[in-house]
């Protein structure tokens, strides 16, 4: 993946290293999500680790953002799909990760934004 986003966006990865903050979790809470219909159920969100694990999940890099996008199929509602938004190189006060800044259930049609480009 590190090739991809040097190519793709000319970003030099500085980790392989995956994290969520408190802040974030608040952000993409199913309770604050619902309110406009993108919340992920429990199930769900348990599944997370296991997607963004997986080699096989899909993914795409939005080049307007600069982000990965981990995609999962909503196993209730074959019209919607799950993403998982990791922002790369985040600096934090010592270090830099690749943070998870949104989970999200879309329109399965939003996996064809022409900014984004499988990888």
């Known amino acids: ?4 986003m040097k190519e793709i966006l000319g970003i030099d990865l500085e980790t392989n290293e ?11 809470s199913p309770k604050r999500k619902d309110e ?3 919340g992920l159920r429990i199930d769900e969100i348990k599944q997370i680790l296991q997607i963004l694990a997986d080699n096989n999940t899909f993914k795409t890099i939005d080049t307007k953002k600069k982000n990965i996008i981990f995609w999962f199929n909503d196993e209730k509602d074959k019209t919607k799909i799950n993403k998982i938004v990791l922002q790369l190189n985040y600096k ?3 270090k830099t990760k690749n943070i998870v800044i949104t989970l999200g259930k ?3 049609e939003n996996i064809n934004e ?3 480009i499988k990888i």
């Open 106 to 108: 879309v329109s399965k």
């Open 18 to 28: 995956i994290i969520v903050t408190k802040s974030k979790i608040t952000h993409f």
């Open 92 to 94: 934090l006060k010592t």
């Open 36 to 38: 406009y219909n993108q």
């Open 114 to 116: 022409a900014n984004y």
């Open 1 to 4: 993946m590190k090739e991809k």
